[in-house]
């Protein structure tokens, strides 16, 4: 693993550099002051990195680099943002964060240049638009639209109408629900937004990572009076002082009881209590979701997109989603 990044030429004289890094804690050591400065809004890639580094990077059938965007050459220049390509299934996300459109287009010309083939890209509205475009226009194809997110944060939390049970961390006893019903969530979420599921990441269905995050308390399972578990709600390690809710899951049969929205006031209230501020992402498609989260106090903090870039029409240019 590299720990010097790759510079990338993506332009003349006077534009944007791209610096690619596969060693992650090298690409800390020079992204952490954006990561620290809007905690919320990087809290994606400050997490998956920091995982990263302690698990000594990430195994994937496909790229994995994290991305700094300078408006010059040298370490003096000034960083206009970062991204990353690190997820291990197909077709491997890029995650783009904030940045001018200069820059979102630079990056494009240096993976294009590199000769790596990209066809979906996800994060920041409108910059994950502008990297898209500018890589369809280059490599030819189409961008559309997958899925619309929206990332929220805790503001003043209301307490919901309690409901009878009790939230628990989970233990190892719970490992075979807690993958299940991981593996459940992404397939869910999919559906009630109308969408085909996406295979479930490695991360959310291996045993040691998850048996990891029970033995770090970060699952936690609602019973109700009869001691049935019937909610789960989980959370990320906190970066930067910002911990992120997710999953949130409730068996189908078991909705629209108040499970999930004390079971994520309460789970907020801890975090709280460690002095983290919270947020959770939301897919926009889906109201009940949405709508349980604002009852609670979250409010929206950037919307952000998940694109597709298909090939190009044997027939012609064709107008996508705009």
């Known amino acids: 693993m590299s720990e010097q990044p790759q510079v990338v030429p993506a332009g003349g004289a006077g534009e944007p550099v ?10 800390l050591a020079v992204a952490e ?25 990430v195994v994937s059938s496909g790229p994995v680099w994290w991305a700094v965007v300078r408006d010059g050459p040298g ?30 287009r630079a990056l494009a010309r240096a993976l294009h240049a590199r000769g790596e083939e990209v066809t979906a890209v996800n994060g920041a509205t409108p910059a994950a638009r502008d990297l898209a475009e500018e890589l369809a226009r280059l490599g030819g194809g189409v961008v559309r639209v997958e899925e619309h997110v ?10 919901p109408a ?25 397939g869910d979420a999919a559906r009630q937004a109308g969408r085909d599921p996406h295979p479930t990441p490695p991360e959310l269905s291996d045993v040691d990572a998850m048996r990891q995050r029970i033995d770090q308390g970060r699952v936690w399972l609602w019973e109700d009076e009869q001691g ?15 911990a992120r809710i997710g999953p949130v899951f409730t068996p189908p049969e078991q909705r629209g009881r108040g499970w999930a929205s004390n079971a994520v006031a309460e789970v907020s209230r801890m975090l709280r209590a460690q002095g983290n ?28 997109e998940n694109l597709r870039i298909d090939p190009q029409p044997r027939d012609g240019p064709r107008d996508g989603p705009r």
Do not use: I
């Not at 501020?277 to 009852?295: K, W």
């Open 150 to 159: 929206r990332l929220h944060l805790l503001g003043d939390l209301v307490e």
């Open 18 to 27: 791209v610096e690619l890094f596969e060693d992650p804690a090298a690409f």
């Open 277 to 304: 501020e919270v947020c959770l992402f939301t897919d926009q498609a889906n109201p009940t979701s949405n709508g349980v989260y604002a009852r609670l106090g979250f409010r929206p903090v950037v919307d952000l």
């Open 228 to 242: 049935r578990v019937v909610h789960l709600s989980a959370a990320n390690p906190p970066a930067y002082g910002v």
């Open 75 to 104: 370490e003096g220049a000034a960083v206009l943002g970062v991204a990353m390509r690190t997820l291990p299934v197909a077709p491997h996300w890029v995650y783009v964060l904030p940045m001018p459109p200069a820059a979102a």
């Open 162 to 186: 309690p409901v009878p049970g009790r939230l628990r961390v989970a233990d190892r006893d719970d490992l075979a629900l807690a993958l299940a019903w991981f593996a459940a969530f992404e």
């Open 33 to 57: 002051p954006v990561l620290g400065e809007a905690p919320v809004l990087t809290t994606v890639v400050a997490t998956v990195t920091r995982r990263a580094v302690e698990h000594g990077g």
